[in-house]
T-cell receptor, first 111, second 114 residues
């Protein structure tokens, strides 16, 4: 099993709808989790981090972490065409600072 | 702050040539990371430094790759000799340290080895 796994997509959602992205992880990355957004031809940028079980909301974004089931998700409410990008899930080991990324999910928001 | 600065933005070279990628981290950041991104393998960590010292180089694909950080404001990633399979986008990132900190990525270097 890869350390962090994502469905590559594309995930196509109509404008205004909720985009739901999922990520599963192995025991080797189990401390902290991050969602990065990467526009085509650009570098990744952090949009959310989550460290404990439950939900964390920031504007239109909600991250959800379930350590028992080893998955983390990202919800994008009221999706906009500007949300069209690849979303990278990343996990961190408890010791050190080695961040491991999933392959990314491409999201397309259609007007 | 100008952010993480990488150079060059694009590099086209021929197989067998030496390639040197450069990175200037954000001032005050004590961790520096080199990542490689390809369609097939995604974003892979090659090596990272803490206070200029290499901590984990287990992601470096082979001896053709080497990285240095002679001081807190400069790092290089060298490939010698380069091969077509090294073609990728190479990102440098820095952070203030401790696990769970936000990574700040540079704009990347698009490397094409012909």
């Amino acid at each position: 099993q890869k350390e962090v796994e994502q469905n590559s997509g594309p995930l196509s959602v109509p404008e205004g709808a909720i985009a739901s992205l999922n990520c599963t992880y192995s025991d080797r990355v189990s401390q902290s989790f991050f969602w990065y957004r990467q526009y085509s031809g650009k570098s990744p940028e952090l949009i959310m981090s989550i460290y404990s079980n439950g939900d964390k909301e920031d504007g239109r974004f909600t991250a959800q972490l379930n350590k028992a089931s080893q998955y983390v998700s990202l919800l994008i409410r009221d999706s906009q065409p500007s949300d069209s990008a690849t979303y990278l899930c990343a996990g961190n080991k408890a010791a050190g600072n080695k961040l491991t990324f999933g392959g990314g999910t491409r999201v397309l928001v259609k007007p | 702050d100008a952010g993480v600065i990488q150079s060059p933005r694009h590099e086209v070279t021929e197989m067998g040539q030496e390639v040197t990628l450069r990175c200037k981290p954000i001032s005050g950041h004590d961790y520096l990371f080199w990542y490689r991104q390809t369609m097939m393998r995604g974003l892979e960590l090659l090596i990272y430094f803490n206070n200029n010292v290499p901590i984990d180089d287990s992601g470096m694909p082979e001896d053709r790759f080497s990285a240095k950080m002679p001081n807190a404001s400069f790092s290089t990633l060298k490939i010698q000799p380069s091969e077509p399979r090294d073609s990728a986008v190479y990102f440098c990132a820095s952070t203030t340290g401790g696990f769970g900190e936000k990574l700040f990525f540079g704009s990347g270097t698009q490397l094409s080895v012909l």
